[in-house]
């Protein structure tokens, strides 16, 4: 395959896995609490760059179809997974990896929680930061490592 093709078939998957994964389990993907199983994908740019607009594109859509934030949680939860999937690409340590999508979604999310539900900032700062904590490195640090291990994963995925 093309490297231009394999790169957006890349994207691609990784936008689908992440959107469909957060609307299957929207209770739990919006709100003051929430644990998106789908911010464990946020460790893929230590692998591959298609993941920086894969996981872009799958937030866009997940929140365009699934949020109740409306279009602010739109435009500012999907930039905030773009620049923090692309911080995640520039870290070498795999344990570090998790730390921009937790960082920068405790610090967006809660005024999108501000705003349309009124929600205390400093309050979702500390919940957001849990629910990206629980799912980042309680999902996607093991799913790093696995991914690590197995060298027929690791080829599929890695540029």
Known sequence: MENKTKFLVKAGIIAALYAVLTLLIAPLSYGQMQIRISEALTILPFFTP???????????????????????????????????????????????????????????????????????????????????IAAVYGLGLPLLLF??????????IKD
């Open 50 to 132: 298609a993941a920086i607009p894969g996981l872009f594109a799958g937030c866009l859509l997940a929140n365009f179809f699934g949020s109740p934030l409306g279009m602010l949680d739109v435009i500012l939860g999907s930039l905030t997974t773009l620049v923090a999937a692309w911080m995640a690409s520039k870290i070498k340590n795999k344990y570090l990896v998790p730390l921009p999508a937790i960082l920068l979604n405790a610090m967006v999310i809660p005024y999108v929680l501000y705003v349309f539900l009124g929600f205390p900032y400093l309050v979702s700062v500390l919940w957001v930061g849990l629910g990206e």
């Open 147 to 156: 991914i690590e291990k197995n060298k027929a994963v690791k080829d599929m």
